[in-house]
């Protein structure tokens, strides 16, 4: 039995959520969901953002499956750091997984790549960096004022999640980890980047390795996707780059990713990239695609290695099949893809 | 009298820079150059970067012209940190400018974009940042360590550049300004940043404005280049934008910037965005035209606006003029760019 912790959010998330649920139900037999009521709505209703019983409630799930939480009506940080970031840091969620294939089918927007060319993966560092919340200010709103943003980096979490992202490409069929950091400018935690890098590659002879600055990265992801295989960077860098992948591969309502605890010693959390998109929230039209991948992320980290492959093959159909100007409807999408997944 | 410092550097530098004078001294009569020998090659040769009495020299021009610095056996950070951000921040050089454009004649990597389509400006913050060089590390090599680097944001370092943003956006047609940065997670230094827009934008009722995420606009340079007119941003992810700007119109090998200090306090200095470029060095293949677009940015700072415009006028006719396939020699181009600039 599988139990899944439901936090459908705000905007498309309820709508894109039924979705993956859909998908995930008719390819395990035994999925037990129960639904929390997390987000905007609720931070505008109670101002409540993540009660500590609710944290506890989830830890006792096996994965959390996550819409899209927000509005512009919450000032900035509210649920990003209350919510979304929290579960990340409780949870020791240290692998955030962001694949981008550019799927047959999917017109993406460089002329000179053509799907099927572009499969990547990209292992973002998910508990440290500038997202450790150790910033400040001092004589703020006044001509004094100074604003700090600090990025800690230990030895501890670069080198988890660069073996993690080793292990993985030691799995797949190009074998190669490009590093992307800054080394040139963030001489300190770049160099502890590359040293880490270095002394888990030098485990693995059988498996290619780059460096890339970032700047250098971000363009070579525009000129050049084709040449990455798994990439793995920290963690402000690799919430860009994995928005440049997903604008190249047909933008981000495809794009799926994994906030993963792999040891399992919590639970793992799944959400589509995007967000809850508010300018089409209610009708009916939000692509569920990148939540049904997530979903797939989610059968994979739980071992059911099957089941996640049936429902990128679906993935894959669907998007084969898309005629350009149709509008899609995201229930009937759910309805096809949930069949496709189980025929 | 334009005195004028020339650092020509290592790999392509010296053969692009070379284009760039023939170029100012077709369109200036009285450019008087003065050339200085820093860079990878020196500090092969006498392990030094950048000595106080250059620096003090330096000083005394009206401009700096540099083609690029570096080599692969340069370790990470010596003439970044030494040379480069040594001299922009010894100079006060706030503002970083990045203009880019989709030339007509030059096929971007955009299948939906056309030429003539994009102009847009990064204005990136030059002097505080990431880039403070505030970091450090404990318990190096060890299982212990830990790494840091910190952001270091002013009301004085962010107003000043903001300023500079709006008095660029009310000089060009679109008038429009786009903060980009992370306010959702680096609250502290976001919220510095946006507050500071909201003040300066209050004072230009005339000029549109719109706030994005980091994540969000390297997303939407790649799919929408089109929307942007003026950027501001601070410096860490003004270096990552500027080069997915690049990327998308035609590659840094037109990318041109200006390390500017707008009063004049300091000299301004101009540079491609390209490197080095070891691996086409000596061979007279590299496009010159980021090094004489730069050049044309150095004209524009010393007032010399006409000459500007020709520059600039002769680059359009080169790009438009472009045969495909055609291998171009660096030397040819300059040629063409000094004649045609004074025709
Ligand atoms: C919403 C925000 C906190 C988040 C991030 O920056 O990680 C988002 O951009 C993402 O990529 O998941
Ligand atoms: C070489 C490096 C220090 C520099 C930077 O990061 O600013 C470069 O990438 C640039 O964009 O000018």
């Known amino acids: 039995m599988a139990r899944i912790a439901v936090v459908a959010g705000d905007g498309i998330g309820p709508e894109v959520v039924a979705q993956a649920r859909k998908v995930l139900d008719a390819v395990l037999p035994d999925v037990q969901a129960t639904e929390y009521d997390l987000g905007a709505a609720r931070w505008h209703r109670t101002g409540e953002v993540l009660p500590d019983s609710v944290l506890t ?31 990340r840091f409780a949870f020791d969620q240290y692998v955030n997984l962001r694949p981008s294939r550019l799927w047959p089918g999917v017109a993406g927007p460089l ?62 069929e190009r074998r190669k980890v490009t590093l992307v950091h800054k080394t040139n400018v963030l001489t300190h935690a770049g160099s502890l980047w590359a040293r880490t890098f270095d002394a888990v590659a030098a485990e693995h002879p059988d498996i290619e390795t780059e460096y890339q600055h970032v700047d250098a990265a971000a363009m070579f992801l525009v000129t050049q996707p084709q040449r990455y295989d798994v990439v793995v960077t920290d963690n402000l860098f690799g919430d860009i780059l994995t928005d440049i992948a997903a604008a ?96």
Request: charged content about 20%; hydrophobic content about 45%.
């Open 111 to 172: 002329g000179n790549v053509k799907p099927g060319e572009v499969d990547l993966v990209v292992v973002r560092e998910g508990t440290e960096g500038l997202y450790a919340g150790a910033g400040g200010s001092l004589h703020r709103d006044t001509p004094a004022e100074v604003a700090t943003e600090e990025s800690l980096n230990t030895r501890h979490g670069v080198e988890r999640v660069i073996r993690d992202a080793f292990a993985r490409a030691s799995r797949r």
């Open 57 to 87: 409630e989830l830890a006792g799930h096996d994965a959390i499956l996550l819409g899209a939480v927000g509005d512009p009506t919450v000032p900035p940080g509210v649920l990003e750091r209350g919510l979304l970031l929290k579960l």
């Open 248 to 343: 190249v591969t047909g933008g981000i309502g495809l794009a799926a990713s994994g906030c993963i605890n792999p040891e399992g010693a919590y639970p793992s959390m799944f959400e589509p990239v995007h967000g809850s998109a508010p300018d089409i929230a209610g009708q009916g039209i939000a692509d569920p695609v990148a939540a049904v991948l997530s979903a797939a992320l989610l059968l994979e980290q739980l071992g059911h290695s099957e089941s996640a492959a049936r429902v990128n093959a679906a993935v894959a159909a669907e998007l084969a099949s898309r005629v350009p100007g149709v509008t899609l409807r995201t229930e009937e999408v759910g309805d096809r893809l949930a069949a496709h997944a189980v025929a």
